[in-house]
């Protein structure tokens, strides 16, 4: 812990000097410099460091580092739920769809969104009852230990290292086109500033930074979205009416069909962004910073809340960019406009920048460095949960309950969950450098289907279903996982445009295999377990009354040790 004021003192000293070099949005070439992004940027860096510091003095023990003692309340919970929902990819990609797609842009913030009232209703009070520190807790509460233990951390370090490297490239993108740096020196930053974060400030620390920045956001969104209506006399009519009178898809984008035609693939996306939500390691993890169940469930209620208005104010933004910067030439690349005669196409920076153009455009030079700022933070903030996540599956998991046997020293826990961040921050740098060039989207989706066929459907099952047993839960979720990973790689997102195979020529015709390997994970399960007559099998089904009484009551479940 002493060795933070130095570390402080040193990102002070590095920033400025690294931020001098910025130029402004336009993919790479050196502009102007832009004092107001500069400086929102240094003062968020700043604050959060402070809440660092203030973070690591009060972390102690294992339950401070991976739980922030369950010391949050529900609406802090909430809002840190919500901000690790609201990532880069849902602020600067959803605006980005519709401002490309128009109405289709949608299908994303719904799909995602329908995802909470599972995790409300299904997981959230069970969770908080029967866990402590990890959803492998839950999943293995009457289980094998060891086995689900280590399956359910191949689950969580998969979905964290596709879901990290495809916030690092972004985040590289993003910082590359926002201050004119490096790539490889933005993905450094990023990643620097992460494993400061996490390793001196654990889930504190991370909780509100979560905090901070989803309030900024949502602010930013909101002043965006306002302006935006303000413009057009506060009539939504009008916006829409002239979005597609400028759109080159004219009345089309306000129909649904122009982003997913196929019905396979629109319901096998619509799975994984439904169940992937509650199968996220990062999120279920939010469930035990607070002090009971109940608290739990109000704090996802708060979530989708915050959830919900967010994706609306999207949506009027990107109809916003469409109207205000496509048809303004200084945010269009004159080269490619005079190829396509598209102002859509000819967005600088591409159709992911459409709301940090449309900051520029509705609140000038001030606020184009606040969103800027907003931004950066956003990516900071996720890829904070994400590390977070994934070393407490390597502490926790591997390490405290598979080679100690559950009885490692508090302080050798916290020191391997610090070291494995290290370790994640390094090698999420290194990823993010050699995918820098590589298409992203698809490891957003796989993180998703993994997440929806490996984690989500062995911790429901062992939450309500009696017959499952320790074989059932270990092979049908390595089926799972397994099948979504094939299902990916050979999909003509991943087979064609990524690995550069001829078009027409992937194995799989769905870029989103969920719904076949959701399928597979659920039928295995359940018909090994059937068929499961060990004598483990039986300890596993003898085992669920108990635990079905914690699960409804949470007698005897782990309780918050500070407030």
């Known amino acids: ?139 293995s509460f009457r289980l094998g230990q060891t086995r689900i233990r280590i399956l359910a951390a191949c689950g969580s370090l998969v979905t964290v290292a596709f879901y990290l490297i495809a916030q690092m490239v972004g985040a590289g993108k993003l910082i590359q086109l926002l201050f004119g740096l490096d790539y490889w020196i933005a993905v450094i930053l990023v990643g620097g500033l992460m494993m400061v974060y996490v390793t001196f400030g654990g889930m504190k620390a991370t909780t509100w930074v979560q905090i901070i920045k989803a309030v900024l956001l949502l602010f930013g969104a909101t002043f965006m979205a306002g302006a935006v209506l303000y413009k057009f006399g506060f009539s939504p009519e009008a916006l829409f009416a002239k979005a597609t009178e400028v759109h080159p898809k004219k009345l089309a984008i306000m129909e649904p069909g122009s982003l997913i035609s196929n019905p396979l ?66 945010f269009l690349d004159a080269g490619i406009l005079e190829k396509t005669k598209s102002g859509i196409a000819a967005i600088k920076g591409g159709s992911n920048m459409a709301a940090i153009h449309l900051a520029d455009a509705v609140g000038g030079n001030l606020f184009l460095g606040f969103i800027s700022a907003v931004a950066f933070a956003t990516i900071l903030a996720v890829v904070s949960g994400l590390a977070l996540a994934g070393a407490s599956s390597i502490s926790h998991d591997i390490y405290a309950m598979v080679i100690k046997g559950g009885h490692a020293n508090e302080q050798d826990e916290v020191r391997v969950s610090k070291i494995a961040t290290l370790f994640l921050g390094v090698l999420a740098i290194i990823l993010g450098i050699i995918f820098e060039n590589q298409n992203v989207a698809f490891m957003v989706g796989l993180a998703f289907a993994i997440a929806a066929s490996c984690n989500f ?26 099948s979504a990973v094939v299902g990916v790689i050979l999909s003509p997102a991943v087979w064609e445009v990524t690995l550069g195979f001829a078009k027409g020529s992937a194995p799989i015709k769905l870029d989103n295999p969920a719904l076949f390997s959701m399928t597979i994970a659920f039928v295995s399960i359940w018909l090994i377990s059937v068929l499961d007559r060990s004598a483990r099998a039986a300890k596993d089904r003898d085992g669920f009354d108990a635990q079905f009484v914690r699960s409804q009551t949470g007698i005897g479940a782990a309780s918050a040790t500070s407030h």
């Open 265 to 330: 693939s629109a319901i096998s996306l619509g799975l994984a962004l439904m169940f992937g939500t509650a199968g996220l390691p990062h999120i279920l993890m939010r469930f035990f910073t607070v002090k009971d169940a109940q608290a739990a469930r109000k704090s996802v209620f708060y979530a989708t809340g915050f959830i919900g208005y967010f994706y609306i104010l999207t949506f009027i933004i990107g109809f916003g960019a469409i109207t205000l910067v496509s048809t303004d030439l200084a």
């Open 457 to 482: 459907p062995v911790l429901v099952m062992s939450i309500f279903w009696k017959n499952l047993t320790t074989r059932g839960a270990l092979i049908g979720g390595l089926l799972g996982l397994i």
């Open 1 to 139: 812990m002493k060795k933070i004021p130095h570390l402080l003192v040193t990102l002070f000293i590095c920033i400025p000097s690294v931020a001098l070099a910025a130029g402004t949005i336009d993919g790479g070439t050196k502009q102007a410099v832009n004092w107001s992004a500069i400086g929102m940027f240094i003062g968020f860096v700043s604050l959060t460091l402070v809440i660092t510091y203030w973070a690591s003095k009060r972390t102690v023990s294992a339950a401070d580092f991976y739980s922030a003692g369950g010391g949050i309340s529900a609406g802090q919970n909430g809002l840190a739920i919500a901000g690790d929902y609201m990532s880069a990819a849902s602020f600067l990609g959803i605006s980005g769809l519709v401002y490309t797609s128009g109405y289709d842009g949608l299908i994303y913030s719904v799909g995602w969104l329908v995802g909470w009232p599972v995790v409300t209703f299904l997981i959230a009070e069970q969770l908080r009852n029967l866990g402590k520190f990890t959803f492998a807790d839950v999943a």
